[in-house]
């Protein structure tokens, strides 16, 4: 091609930047683990979060094989945690049950394990905020010699009852400072923490300490069913971008996973679905 057609060249715009989306199964919540990865792969997708349910007996390092073979990472396991119990006997089999998912993470390739930290509403919270403690140092030992992370999420504080007594990130940090250990860290979700007015001090904060490992993106909508009726990036409330632009300054250069528990979702056709998804993302997050 000579030098005068090379200024003619048509105003071709730049592909979409997917390469740090990713999508959790639970997303996607009909398709099977193997159509979730062909389809997310096929979308453009760089990442996928697999939730236990969804592996269903599958044996883990074939699927973490499969996942890599599609092009996608696993970027991380969904869900450990729920230590708290008020019977000694449901707190020991917690922890029993967080080294084999922390098992399963490392068979997967995976990471990170998410730890949603649970909470006994039979008890209270200062109890619960105790036993999550004690469980997490129980099974840290155990990340370590399997290589996987371990990444608190706190939850809003509607989940306090039942779901995690662990409700902001200042205490997700207050909690990772108190163990000291490289392989505990933070996860932020914006649905569980948007409201905080402290938010981006305390994103700043996990940042500095090298403990910023996961950003689960989604949006808030009301009236709201708290417990499957997430929305689309841009559908809700949610400062989505200032809250990435916090992240992004404290050091965050990891996925942006899109983690959408809805039922109505899940009723729609899925490939259309992860085409909004994808262009949800692109415009709005
Ligand atoms: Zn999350």
Do not use: K
């Amino acid at each position: 091609m000579c030098a005068a057609h090379a200024n003619v060249q048509p105003n071709i715009a730049p592909p979409p930047d997917l390469s740090r989306l990713c999508i959790h199964t639970v997303t996607t919540r009909p398709w099977s683990l193997d159509e979730a990865i062909a389809h997310y792969a096929l979308a453009g997708v760089s990442g996928i979060t697999v939730w236990r349910d969804a592996l269903a007996g599958d044996e883990p390092r074939a699927a973490g094989q499969r996942i890599r073979d599609a092009g996608l990472a696993p970027v991380s396991l969904c869900r450990g945690g729920f230590f708290p119990a008020r019977a000694a006997g449901d707190r020991a089999a917690a922890i029993d049950d967080n080294r084999r998912a922390i098992d399963v993470a490392a068979a997967l390739g995976a990471p990170l394990l998410v730890l949603v930290p649970g909470a006994d509403p039979g008890q209270p919270l200062d109890v619960s905020r105790g036993q999550i403690r004690e469980g997490i140092e129980a099974v840290l030992p155990h990340a370590l010699a399997a290589g996987v992370r371990l990444g608190v999420e706190p939850l809003h504080p509607m989940y306090a009852a039942t779901r995690s007594a662990i409700n902001t990130l200042r205490q997700a940090n207050e909690l990772c400072e108190a163990l000291d250990s490289p392989w505990l860290g933070a996860v932020v979700d914006v649905y569980h923490l948007w409201w905080d007015p402290d938010l981006g001090r305390e994103i700043a904060r996990a940042g500095a300490a090298g403990r910023l490992w996961a950003f689960h993106i989604s949006d808030w909508v009301t009236p709201t069913d708290i417990l499957t009726d997430r929305a689309l990036m841009g559908e809700g409330c949610i400062p989505i971008r200032q809250i990435r632009g916090w992240m992004e300054r404290a050091g965050f250069d990891g996925y942006h996973e899109v983690e959408i528990f809805s039922t109505r979702r899940w009723t729609q056709e899925q490939r259309a679905y992860l085409r909004e998804i994808v262009a949800a993302y692109l415009a709005h997050s």
